[in-house]
């Protein structure tokens, strides 16, 4: 309470302040300044503006409060923390910042940064930051492509080197770099070489990248640009300088134990390479040509070489060298298939071999040899294409034991048990056609023509549901058949009586119109016809509550019926077009209402 | 009356009409040459080849098999995996699809625990239809039952041929409106993991991992957040991935 009231009390007379201040004037490109925009005597919530500074990016870090009371003077403040990041060497102005308080207008002093090169010598430092000025944090990091040629043949091996060069700036997070290889086959890279090179006088962190490519169409191609995203290490202030500390990967332990920087994110892109894709020569290409380029080599073993009859034999070729062994098909045995049973092969890649495994079966024992194998190549070294032949190699058959069982799968047709069929598995090959091409996603189920067959499937399956009960309740409930029906009739009957005015035949037109009236309430009351008179229409607990007008309808058409009979000069044609209005009103009346 | 249904038919037709941005002849050269590529052993360029058909707008099942061949020889299994299974959705009986579709799944995953003879029952059932056919399978199969009331009603069907034939009906039904809700269940936001990658608390870098998913596994993506996908195992684990590591079916 006392700290309080002392707030309060003397609280006013503190006068409003607004100040800026570096932690450092002179830093090394690579590091930040802390800048801090410090108000004091007023309550101030929100971040103050910087105006924007050209390749400074400005980063705000949050705000901090301080109170103090010294000798019974109380003093405020809050202090709003920026980092400043420069993205070149140079001096640069942080201008006069302006901000309003309790409406008035308080402004900074401006402030000048000196930043400088962090890989020049102090002997050198000012001349050389003089030079270097321009120089930015992307002139000091880069990535490179580099090839040793920019002509060679298709499917020829073409070893890459993308090399990340840094000078003077720490970076973590190191991305392999991704390429664009359109038109060319990439290798993985492998752990990548880390070492340093001096360029012009200053040392540089250089780590390299080195895989091989094989173009696989001829013409002008474009290797690259190479890509990378890194994290550069920011150190904030010139405690640490980060370029003294260690070498190109930052020490994470380090960092952490000596307050570190922080971490900037960079994305690099590199040059482009042009390579000129020839074909490979038509002169010279051997008919059993195995689409291998490069400087390639060729052994061909079997084992065991003394065997029975049905006995397997495991061939293995393979292709060993530089160059491109993907692209090189192996040798085509099928002259084996007149002394050897051929099972499938098995092609597999181990370290810089490729090598092919099949099995070979003798069928005879007069199998002496297996015949010579060629592997045709073109060498890119000599530029020539190259054929190396390897065998015969000498094998000895020897016949079965008497008694002894045949072990061959499909040897004359005879199955015998014994060799293993399937020696390894791999996927099954592609397919030869494309199938049926649909577009993509587009599936019945998903059409709006499928959903409006099974509406009306669903809704004639109802209709026809509720058509067979209807016909069946017709036949079998009489009450209701006759109830459903007297409309129907009503309507013939009124029809045959509008024809009797017409034709002006009075007796004819009251006997149809009071029939068809006396049929209609009939059916509609349930009651035998010769019974319906007014007097049991009105006393039917159906008429309960039917209006007088209908009552006095029917009274009306019941009694000019009557009067017909013995006075029919005094019935006109006015007067029987009003009973059968009479007569549609009452129909009319008891279908809306009497169910 | 005539004229307004003329009409509806015509907006219906229209509203299910649409175009691929490639021709089906062209999408055939270009398979034909993705094979040439595949079998001189370039598989990049097979790659690239099969891919702009599907980016073409046309798909096949043997398009994405062929395509699923050749990620898993370029040793992208989890991408090879997710092209078989788009493949199965449309060609699900090809023996050869199911079989390079094991293949590679045993090639990486850890031998998952052996399921019962129920679960292997109802996965040989769904696997065997593809969507498209179970709706198919249903719709028919109610068509016939309805049919089978009517013939019942209008032609005086013996009440123990009806039964019988209903029974039949039914337990056809059951079968397939079972599969149907499983295979769709299993499909909805199903997606492949493409590298083997940490599934964590947080959609947070420096969260703690929860558990490890392998390439190729199955997974169902439940929500995005920015560059992170929560996902859910089959097992029921959840957990936050980043979204390049997987890729919807």
């Known amino acids: ?595 | 009356m005539k004229k307004i249904i003329f009409l509806i038919s015509f907006v219906l037709m229209l509203s299910s009409v649409s175009f691929a941005d490639m021709n089906k002849q062209e999408a055939s050269s270009i398979f034909d040459r993705a094979n040439t590529a595949y079998q001189q052993g370039n598989y990049t360029e097979a790659i690239d080849q099969y891919e702009s058909i599907l980016a073409g707008g046309l798909e096949s099942g043997p398009v994405y098999y062929n395509l699923g061949n050749s990620y898993f020889r370029k040793g992208r299994a989890g991408k090879a995996i997710l092209n078989y299974e788009r493949a199965r959705e449309l060609t699900p009986r090809d023996r050869d699809l199911n079989f390079n579709y094991k293949h590679a799944k045993k090639q990486i995953l850890s031998e998952a625990g052996s399921s019962g003879f129920i679960q292997k029952l109802v996965a040989s059932h769904t696997s065997f239809y593809s969507i498209s056919e179970m709706v198919v399978c249903v719709t028919t199969l109610f068509l016939l039952a309805g049919a089978l009331i009517l013939f019942s009603l209008y032609l005086k069907w013996p009440m123990r041929l009806v039964i019988n034939i209903g029974i039949v009906l039914d337990i056809l039904l059951i079968i397939h409106i079972g599969g149907l809700v499983i295979k769709s269940q299993d499909m909805n936001n199903a997606a492949i993991i493409l590298e083997t990658t940490a599934a964590k608390f947080e959609p947070r870098e420096d969260s703690t991992t929860h558990y490890k998913l392998e390439e190729g596994a199955k997974a169902k993506i439940v929500k995005t957040e920015g560059d992170w996908v929560k996902i859910k195992r089959p097992d029921g684990k959840l957990g936050w991935v980043f979204k390049q590591a997987l890729e919807p079916i």
């Open chain 1, 1 to 595: 309470m006392l700290f309080l009231t002392l707030l309060v009390t003397t609280g006013f007379a503190q006068e409003v302040g607004f100040y800026a201040q570096v932690n450092s004037d002179k830093i090394t490109l690579g590091e930040a300044v802390r800048l801090q925009l410090t108000v004091e005597g007023a309550d101030v919530d929100q971040p103050i503006e910087i105006p924007a500074i050209e390749d400074i990016e400005t980063q705000y870090l949050g705000i901090s409060s301080n109170v103090s009371i010294v000798n019974g003077k109380y003093s405020s403040s809050k202090t709003f923390n920026y980092q400043l990041f420069p993205l070149k060497t140079g001096v640069y102005q942080i201008p006069s910042i302006e901000t309003d308080i309790n409406g008035k207008t308080y402004s900074t002093r401006a402030i000048l940064i000196d930043v400088k090169d962090s890989t020049a010598p102090p002997t050198q430092a000012v001349s050389q930051a003089q030079q270097q000025e321009e120089a930015g944090i992307k002139d000091r990091v880069f990535l490179v492509v580099k090839v040793p040629k920019n002509e060679v043949y298709v499917n020829e091996p073409l070893p890459v080197k993308i090399m990340l060069i840094a000078g003077g700036l720490n970076l973590s997070d190191i991305q392999y770099p991704e390429m664009d290889t359109t038109g060319f086959v990439m290798g993985n890279f492998p752990k990548p070489a880390q070492y340093e090179q001096m360029i012009n006088g200053v040392v540089h962190n250089i780590l390299e990248f080195d895989t091989v490519i094989y173009p696989t169409r001829t013409g002008e191609l474009l290797l690259g640009p190479a890509t990378t995203r890194a994290n550069l290490i920011v150190q904030a202030g010139s405690r640490f300088p980060s370029q003294r500390m260690n070498g190109l990967f930052q020490d994470e332990f380090f960092r952490s134990v000596f307050g570190g920087g922080q971490r900037k994110a960079i994305a690099l892109t590199s040059n482009e390479e042009k390579i000129t894709v020839r074909p490979l020569p038509e002169d010279g290409k051997p008919a059993n040509f195995s689409g291998g380029v490069g400087n390639l080599n060729f052994k061909v073993e079997a084992s065991p070489t003394n065997v029975k009859v049905g006995d397997p034999i495991t061939l293995r070729m393979s292709i060993l060298g530089s160059g491109n062994k993907q692209s090189a098909r192996f040798p085509d045995l099928t002259d084996l298939e007149k002394d050897f049973k051929l099972y499938e092969p098995q092609i597999k890649d181990e370290g810089s071999e490729r090598y092919l495994e099949q099995v070979i079966i003798p069928k005879r024992a007069d199998v002496t040899e297996i015949p010579k194998i060629q592997f045709s190549f073109f060498n890119v070294d000599i530029q020539q294409y190259q054929t190396i032949a390897r065998g015969p190699i000498d094998i000895t058959v020897k016949d079965l034991e008497p008694g002894e069982r045949l072990n061959v799968v499909g040897l004359n047709n005879q199955t015998v048990a014994g060799a293993e069929e399937s020696l390894g598995e791999d996927i099954v090959f592609i397919k030869d056609a494309p199938g049926q091409l649909i577009k993509k996603g587009a599936r019945f189920y998903k059409n709006a023509l499928f959903y409006v067959f099974v509406a009306i499937s669903f809704a004639a399956w109802v209709f026809l549901l509720i058509y067979y009960q209807q016909t069946q309740r017709l036949q079998t409930d009489a009450v209701y058949a006759k109830r459903m029906m007297a409309p129907k009739k009503a309507k013939k009957g009124l029809l045959q009586a509008r024809k009797f005015i017409d034709e002006n035949k009075k007796q004819e037109f009251y006997d149809t119109l009071f029939k068809t009236l006396q049929h209609y309430l009939g059916n509609k009351l349930h009651l035998p016809i010769g019974t319906v008179t007014l007097q049991t229409i009105k006393s039917h607990k159906k008429f309960d509550g039917v209006d007088k007008d209908i009552i006095e309808s029917i009274r009306h058409i019941f009694e000019e019926s009557d009067l017909v009979r013995y006075a029919a000069g005094q019935i006109t044609e006015e007067t029987m077009n009003n009973s059968f209005a009479h007569a549609e009103r009452v129909i009319d009346y008891l279908e809306r209402n009497m169910k």
